[in-house]
């Protein structure tokens, strides 16, 4: 059973920054894949990023690709999200989730484990 926990939610101003972190425990952090999902009001839940248990293959959702960055510290049992040139559509709150090895890493119904969310509101 791994749990997992965000943090570095806040508010920005348009064009700022934040780094999500997701600290787990209670399973082998190095043989889950990560992924950041995030929920604006009124809409659907999306993956906005996800990272390969390994670490070296990633994956982002048009809307954040070239300005969010994903990674995963296996040593610290820790994922991070690196949010840059942040835009208020990006407002919502952030999940990070883990997908076990050898599930589909880009199948949202892969990831069985979910922190509580973390809210982001980025103003204009």
């Known amino acids: 059973q791994v749990q997992l926990v965000e943090s570095g939610g806040g508010l920005v101003q348009a064009g700022g920054s934040l780094r999500l972190s997701c600290a787990a425990s209670g399973g082998t952090f190095t043989f889950y894949h990560m992924g950041w999902f995030r929920q604006a009001p009124g809409k659907e839940r999306e993956l906005a990023a996800a990272i390969r248990w390994s670490g070296g293959i990633t994956h982002y959702a048009d809307s954040v690709k070239g300005r969010f960055t994903i990674s995963k510290d296996n040593a610290k049992n820790t994922a991070y999200l690196q949010m840059n040139s942040l835009k208020p559509e990006d407002t919502a709150v952030y999940y990070c989730?883990?997908?076990?090895?050898?599930?589909?890493?880009?199948?949202?119904?892969?990831?069985?484990?979910w922190g509580q969310g973390t809210q982001v509101t980025v103003s204009s």
């Open positions: 989730a883990a997908a076990p090895y050898g599930s589909s890493w880009l199948a949202p119904p892969s990831y069985n484990y």
